[in-house]
């Protein structure tokens, strides 16, 4: 088992960039909860505003999440009993569990995912989480994803563009199967603060 760390230096950088994003570290705003309130993680997302919380109930929410604004995205009882699977995406091109422009996720598991095609490069990114703004990721399993085609790169998360606080989260069995080239199959990304995770049993068929 690998607990992985960066230093602390980066670490203040990054919080200080979150901090001054409106990335809600302690939401204020309206609390929608899954499923009582909201038939799905997506549509409670798309009824909040910047500040609010959604808040998911245990079970198994079979959805490919787009989070695309300053919210706080939530499980009442932690990953054991709360499952984001990204088996049945509404396109096989975009099929990452969950994308984030923006804001945080906290206590889920993340399963399931095959990646987002970047179709210049022939790329699959992000089996898990795909990141391409100014997110926090922190508490939750992120497992069982995989990346097949030519090239992927970051099979549980990968930073295409922005910055991440990953915390505290367990990033495992996570797999590239590429007839060319793959990478990294925890984690990938430049502006990413990696803090106390633990990584590990995560496989690369090709590359790195």
Known sequence: MKIARTSRT??????????????????????????????????????????????????????????????????????????????????????????MSAGR???????????????????????????TGIVEIVDNWIHANALSGAHGVGAGIYLDSGIALVARNRIFDNRIDCTEHGFAAAISGWEVAVVDNEVFDNHVARGS
Do not use: K
């Not at 929608?32 to 798309?46: D, F, H, K, L, S």
């Not at 490919?64 to 096989?92: C, E, F």
């Not at 996720?105 to 990141?131: C, H, K, Y």
């Open 105 to 131: 996720i906290e206590g889920v598991d993340i399963r399931n995912g095959s990646g987002t095609l970047n179709a210049p490069f022939e790329t699959w990114l992000g089996g898990g989480i795909l990141v």
């Open 10 to 99: 980066v670490v203040s950088a990054i919080i200080i960039a979150l901090s001054g994003s409106g990335v809600p570290i302690s939401s204020l705003g309206t609390t929608r909860v899954v499923p009582t309130g909201y038939p799905t993680i997506q549509a409670a997302i798309w009824a909040s505003s910047a500040g609010d919380t959604v808040l998911v109930l245990p079970g198994i929410y079979v959805e490919n999440v787009v989070i695309d604004r300053q919210l706080v995205v939530r499980s009442a009882q932690g990953p054991q009993v709360t499952v984001i699977d990204g088996s049945a995406p509404g396109s096989p091109d975009s099929a990452s569990v969950v994308r």
